[in-house]
């Protein structure tokens, strides 16, 4: 997993936000001519497939300010420093849909932007649902609207864009061949 | 599409690269609230699932510093400013396998990290494929090696984590629901 690696000489930080910071690090490419890579770090983060009991997909609507635009995803959230990802991802759906899960099954993670950023998600099913008695309070600054939908609605809706999102045209696929 | 919007008060570029651009915005919550948003500005990226005449996916192996490992994707790279996308997706498949395509069929387009980012990557397949003659140039900073994979391979490989990429995860499960 180091083919073509690229030493680091040495790493600016440019910026350290809430959210991400900016790092422009210097290298030593495979031919020994040197480049500068431009690296988001982001804590990482968990989404949640969450699958009710009639077999609906639970989606969140909510604006996204990078695109201008609301779009409808699966729940997800950022992880806090050292937090186990299932436990997050349990506090995310609850947060965000009001359910909780009996069950709850690791699916994979994947790197969402690698050419310039370390973001890694983690992507669980949520499965035997039930609705929680006492909502948990979403961030000060996060506003969603939920929706459930078919596997079929779903697709549509990466058709007519409405699902514009890499993790949830990804959610659907699996759902139709794991779930139908 | 405006549902929740966040209006833009006042907008603090901080970082103007070569890959990415950053900016924080003091945005106008729909609660009359105010906080911030740092945002990633990026061109957009295609991607391409190139499939040969043999149904095999081909990949391209190459390290990301972002990750500090190598992993295993699909063709993908960057939009030049007002680039077609279908034109950048030849191009970055020519460059990236030594291969044409006959034909080039768009599939959908999403956003990899709307959380923080405004990237979004519009995905290509790219079927009865040819070798070129004269293989175009990659970029100076770029080095890749080719794999050919079947798709049980493909899935065995993000079992493995050697496919490690949310792009090249969805089109492992595309290739398996619309090619097999």
Redesign the interface.
Known sequence: ??????KTIHSTE??K????S?K??D?L???G?Q??????H?PG?VAIIPITNEGKIVLV???????E???I?IP?G?LERGEDPAVCARRELEEETGYGARQLTYI????????????I?HLYAAKDLYKIEEKRELD??E???IIEVTLEEAEEM??N??????????SV??V??NEM
Chains 1, 2 share one sequence.
């Open positions: 997993m180091k083919k073509f690696e690229e440019i910026f936000g809430k959210v991400v900016l422009v690090d290298v490419l495979p031919n001519k480049s500068k890579r431009e690296i988001i982001h983060a609507e909510q604006y996204r300010k990078a695109l635009r609301s779009i995803e997800a950022k994979q993670s994947f790197a969402t932007s690698p050419g310039f950023a370390n973001e998600i000060e600054d506003f969603v609207s990466v058709k864009q409405q699902i514009y999102d890499a993790k949830t045209a990804f696929l699996w139709k061949l």
